[in-house]
């Protein structure tokens, strides 16, 4: 069983603009999930659709959740030159 890179950390552009950053094991589903959930309190929510913009995967959970903390502490620049690997 291959289990490099289980968890990714991922960032999707909504249809307003802004950016959603999360940790999921599987991101197909959560793709998924963004654009046809019912939660009606979900961020995504009423900003769908969402495109995937960027994805890493990590193998330890914990790292991939620093990860994701760290990426939510950037600005949008910080962020857009992810994106471009900058």
Not at 4 to 21: N, R
Not at 62 to 77: F, H, L, T, Y
Request: proline residues 1%; positive net charge; charged residues 35%.
């Amino acid at each position: 069983m291959d289990i490099i890179g289980k968890y990714c950390v991922y960032i999707v552009e909504c249809i307003d603009g802004s950016y959603y950053t999360g940790v999921t094991n599987n991101i197909e589903r959560r793709l998924w999930e963004h654009n046809n959930e019912e939660n009606k309190l979900s961020y995504t929510y009423s900003r769908r659709p969402v495109v995937l913009k960027y994805c890493d995967r990590f193998v330890n959970i914990k790292e991939a959740i620093a990860w994701e903390k760290q990426i939510k502490g950037w600005s949008r620049k910080k962020k857009e030159a992810l994106f471009r690997e900058d």
